[in-house]
C-alpha cells in the first residue's frame, strides 16, 4: 500500500503566485488533515475534512484553501502565496476524526521567495 | 487558546540507557493524548496513545504516563537504540472540539553510541 501519496516534494514560488498541493490516501480513510511545520516547531493545523464533502479550519487557516474532491483525496491551494507560507507541509489521514493513529505522508517543502 | 506544549527541546542518552520525554498540557477537556515519533526527512509516525481516564498505557518498549493532577504526560522508552534517534511530538485529541489531532512543539532525542 502506498498509504499517503503528496505531490510536488518540492515547491519554489514567487510571492503572488498561487498552487495546489495534492494528496492522496488508499486505506479507504474518513478524515484527512493538512498541516505545516516550521523550523524547529511543531506540525499546526491548517484545514481538515470529518469526512467526504466536508472542510473546516484548523490552527492556522488564513491564506489558503482546501477542497475534499472524493474519499480519497484533499487539495491544499494557495491562492497568493506569501514568504510566511515557506514551511514543510503534510497531509494526514486517519480512520474517523478522533481517531488516534493518523498516517502521515512524506511532505511538501514549499519555499516562497 | 488551549495548547499541548513539551518542557525541553533536546535530549541526549547514551545507547542503552533509558530515554524519558515530558510534556505539559492545558487542556483538562482533552479525551486522548498521543506520542509521534518523527525522522528526519519523514512524515511523523504514531508510537502510542492513552485515553484521558488511563494513568499508563505500555507498548513494546515504551511505556506512556499521564498525571492530570499535574497536567504532565510523559513517554519513556527503554533500553534507547540509535534508531530512537528522531523528535517526539506529544498531541491531544477532544472529542467536543471537532476531534482535531493537535501537535506540540517536539523533544529531539539523540543516542549516542
Known amino acids: 500500500n502506498a498509504g499517503v501519496t503528496q505531490t510536488p516534494k518540492f515547491q519554489v514560488l514567487k510571492t503572488g503566485q498561487s498552487m495546489t498541493l495534492q494528496c492522496a490516501q488508499d486505506?479507504?480513510?474518513?478524515?484527512m488533515y493538512w498541516y505545516r511545520q516550521d523550523p524547529g516547531m511543531g506540525l499546526r493545523l491548517i484545514y481538515y475534512?470529518?469526512?467526504?464533502?466536508?472542510?473546516d479550519k484548523g490552527e492556522v487557516p488564513n491564506g489558503y484553501n482546501v477542497s475534499r474532491l472524493n474519499k480519497r483525496e484533499f487539495s491544499l491551494r494557495l491562492e497568493s502565496a506569501a514568504p510566511s507560507q515557506t514551511s514543510v507541509y503534510f497531509c494526514?489521514?486517519?480512520?474517523?476524526?478522533?481517531?488516534?493513529?493518523?498516517?502521515f505522508g512524506q511532505g511538501t517543502r514549499l519555499t516562497v521567495v | 487558546g488551549e495548547s499541548v506544549g513539551l518542557h525541553l527541546p533536546t535530549l541526549s542518552v547514551q545507547e542503552g540507557d533509558n530515554s524519558i520525554i515530558n510534556c505539559a498540557y492545558s487542556n483538562s477537556a482533552s479525551d486522548y493524548f498521543i506520542w509521534y515519533k518523527q525522522e528526519s526527512g519523514k512524515g511523523p509516525q504514531f508510537i502510542i496513545d492513552i485515553r484521558s481516564n488511563m494513568d499508563k498505557r505500555q507498548g513494546q518498549r515504551v511505556t506512556v504516563l499521564l498525571n492530570k493532577t499535574v497536567k504532565h504526560l510523559s513517554l519513556q522508552i527503554a533500553a534507547t537504540q540509535p534508531g530512537d534517534s528522531a523528535v517526539y511530538f506529544c498531541a491531544e485529541i477532544a472529542y467536543n472540539q471537532g476531534g482535531k489531532l493537535i501537535f506540540g512543539q517536539g523533544t529531539e532525542l539523540s543516542v549516542k553510541p
Open positions: 494526514a489521514s486517519s480512520e474517523w476524526t478522533g481517531g488516534t493513529e493518523a498516517f
Open positions: 486505506m479507504n480513510h474518513n478524515s
Open positions: 475534512s470529518a469526512s467526504e464533502g466536508t472542510t
